[in-house]
């Protein structure tokens, strides 16, 4: 009779407390609660009341303002709740919710109803969100789209396509040149992540102009991860031009016997791929007489450095006899120019490869056994040449014109030379008739007045 006399007496205080309008009603909403996925988190009660009656903490199940779940409760100091049977709540010692390992069904808005001691409803209202954050920086890919082509260089034009790791919520991808200004993008994507359940993946795509070597970053940004954050910045670095570093390399698909011998009738797919290069190398096969020879097949694939192509073209050959033939890898572009080549060697005996490096600069498909026009080593080299040519040529023609008039310019010299010394009466009276005089008669000629011819 007791207990029932203390329920009828907390009734009819409430009543009365309801019906007097001192009984008050306060809701307070916080906005979120980030728990990471699988870890333990905690949801604060906006409430600090000195003393309470009671204390709920329930899960709001949608629809309408009471359908909700108690999962866990405080009252005469007790803990109750399926959620704490279950081991998923539990309450703190200031009356937070502790969520003890968190899953994506523990995602919920969570209300905190106090009762006072003057039964005052006091509720608190916060939405729980699992959080994942993204194990790696994100990804970066570039491709050209419609511009890669067998049959041009190309241009400038990138896409380049930046790629979150699995995130919850999902990041936000934000590019930046190398000063850190930010660059538009062309297009942007969230899905569904493949791995986790609930997480996303974030893709950010640029077209950009590269006109110089450069770098940009993508930056992955989220509540979880912050901002500016090291660890989820990539870079990548640009290239406006990739001069190739290696000839082509020819592989040969054959019979396993084709490397030591060959026989008559043997069909060899012949394959030719170059270096990595921008603008993207032209492959070109020749025969022993410098005709081009229709590929079987050529393709263009990205290369490792960002910008850089790579091309493959094969054919198809029929051994008769023993021959050779040329893949040339042609780059023609406005700072990168020029041709690297490569001589497969087909005989009875096998196949062998040699390299062939030819002129920098743009060429055309000339006869496999003829070195590629000169380069400017070369050129100097016969500059140089030819000037030494002119010079000794020149050499000869004086050395004859002197010898053939040395006797005249030998009377001219001596006379010079004794007009100077203050011999003045000796002088041929002509250069033709004129002869080699010894020193006597110099001597004889000071004292006589003249020598005589």
């Known amino acids: 009779m007791a207990s029932y006399a203390v329920v009828a007496s907390s009734i009819f205080l409430f009543l009365s407390a309801l019906f007097e309008g001192t009984l008050q009603i306060r809701v307070t909403t916080l906005e979120r609660v980030l728990v990471p996925l699988g870890g333990r988190g905690r949801v604060p009660c906006d409430i600090d009341p000195q003393s309470f009656n009671a204390l709920y903490w329930s899960r709001k199940l949608g629809g309408g303002e009471d359908q909700r779940k108690t999962v866990v409760s405080r009252r005469d100091g007790r803990l109750t709740g399926d959620g704490l049977d279950s081991g998923d709540f539990n309450i703190s010692e200031d009356n937070s919710l502790v969520i003890n390992f968190m899953h994506l069904d523990l995602e919920a808005t969570y209300i905190c109803l ?41 241009d400038n034009y990138l896409n380049l396509t930046c790629t979150s790791d ?3 919520p999902a990041v936000t991808l934000t590019w930046m040149t190398e000063k850190g200004t930010p660059i538009g993008d062309t297009g942007r994507e969230v899905r569904d992540g493949a791995i986790l359940k609930g997480t996303s993946v974030t893709t950010s795509t640029i077209l950009y102009d590269v006109r110089r070597d450069t770098t940009l970053t993508c930056q992955a940004e989220s509540e ?13 670095k640009l290239y406006e031009t990739v001069t190739p570093s290696d000839p082509p390399d020819i592989t040969a698909s054959c019979p396993d016997y084709c490397q030591s011998g060959l026989d008559v ?28 020879i229709e590929p079987l097949y050529s393709s263009v694939s990205l290369g490792s450095l960002t910008g850089a192509f790579q ?8 051994f008769t006899t023993n021959t050779s033939l040329v893949c040339r890898a042609e780059v023609s572009g406005d700072e990168v120019s020029g041709a690297l080549a490569t001589r497969i060697e087909i005989t009875e005996e096998g196949i062998g ?9 743009a060429v055309t498909g000339v006869d496999p056994d003829t070195e590629v026009g000169p380069d400017i080593v070369t050129i100097l080299l016969v500059a140089v040449s030819v000037a030494v040519g002119i010079v000794v040529i020149l050499g000869i023609v004086v050395a004859v014109l002197y010898k053939k008039n040395k006797e005249y310019i030998d009377a001219i010299s001596y006379s010079y ?12 009276r002509s250069a033709k008739s004129y002869h080699r005089a010894e020193p006597d008669d110099y001597l004889r000629g000071y004292s006589e007045g003249a020598v005589k011819l």
């Open 114 to 154: 106090v009762l006072d001691e003057n039964w005052n409803d006091i509720k608190s209202t916060t939405d729980v969100i699992a959080t994942v954050k993204p194990e790696a920086p994100p990804t970066i890919s570039w491709g050209c789209g419609d511009k890669c082509r067998t049959d041009s260089a190309g």
């Open 166 to 168: 699995e995130a919850k």
């Open 224 to 236: 979880v991860i912050g901002r500016r954050h090291e660890d989820q910045r990539t870079e990548v």
């Open 265 to 292: 009738g043997t069909v060899l797919n012949l394959t030719c791929t170059s270096a990595e290069s921008r603008p993207l190398s032209i492959l070109t096969w020749f025969d022993p007489h410098g005709t081009p």
């Open 311 to 318: 091309t493959v073209s094969t054919i198809q050959f029929n």
């Open 353 to 361: 490869t040699t390299v062939q490096r030819e002129t920098l600069n």
């Open 417 to 428: 030379c004794l007009s100077r010394d203050g011999y003045n009466n000796v002088f041929p």
